[in-house]
């Protein structure tokens, strides 16, 4: 089915650990965002990138970085995990941003920093 | 600084029981407001764009109406299969019409 992959679904980090979020749009879209989800906060933008080879940074992108590798792809990295970034982490894509263009969003991925 | 407010939090609604939800924003410059819902372990469903004020949209259940500084979702006749968290997710010029989304209002039906 057409829509939005994210890898892995679950995965329990150790403070200082790093790693890489996957995410993959089948959808032809040219925006692409990563949202934390925390509970009682909402969605909460970390970075996006409104176009292949643009990335900008949302409300909440300290202790992250992208990387939009191409128009399908779009991955977030944690160089140094802390139990801070523990949260439900959706990527989501538009065809294109601004003005009325919604977004179609993954499963998610749950991370647990200890 | 845009705001997003949904109340109430949560919602235990009997079958049947007909109940209403609300988003207050701040977001100035709308473009659209957008309704999704979330089920547990997923991520959300789009289910409505409201362009301005006083349009409505229709989907089974659920009515979604917009003011200039809030928007409704009514559940009528809910069945159980309506449970959910519902979020809203207003667009404009001061969020650069990206998407800013509330804290959600999870809704229970009990049969």
């Known amino acids: 089915n057409a829509g939005v992959t994210q890898t892995p679904k679950f995965q329990v980090l150790k403070t200082g650990q790093s790693m890489t979020l996957q995410c993959a749009q089948d959808?032809?879209?040219?925006?692409m965002y990563w949202y934390r989800q925390d509970p009682g906060m909402g969605l909460r933008l970390i970075y996006y990138s409104a176009s292949e080879g643009t990335t900008d940074k949302g409300e909440v992108p300290n202790g992250y970085n992208v990387s939009r590798l191409n128009k399908r792809e779009f991955s977030l990295r944690l160089e140094s995990a802390a139990p801070s970034q523990t949260s439900v982490y959706f990527c989501a894509s538009s065809e294109k941003t601004g003005e009325n263009y919604g977004y179609t969003f993954g499963s998610g991925t749950r991370l647990t920093v200890v | 600084e845009d705001q997003v407010t949904q109340s109430p939090e949560a919602l235990r609604l009997q079958e049947g029981e007909s109940s209403s939800l609300n988003c207050s924003y701040t977001?100035?410059?709308?473009?659209?407001l957008f309704w999704y819902r979330q089920d547990p372990g997923k991520g959300p469903e789009f289910l409505f764009t409201?362009?301005?004020a006083g349009e409505e949209k229709e989907k089974e259940r659920l009515k979604a109406t917009l003011t200039k500084k809030e928007s409704f979702l009514h559940i009528t006749a809910p069945k159980p299969e309506d449970s959910a968290t519902y979020l809203c997710?207003?667009?404009?010029?001061?969020?650069?019409?990206?998407?800013?989304f509330g804290a959600g209002t999870t809704v229970t039906v009990r049969a």
């Open positions: 997710a207003p667009s404009g010029s001061s969020n650069d019409y990206k998407l800013s």
């Open positions: 977001v100035s410059g709308l473009r659209g």
């Open positions: 409201l362009y301005s």
């Open positions: 959808m032809n879209h040219n925006s």
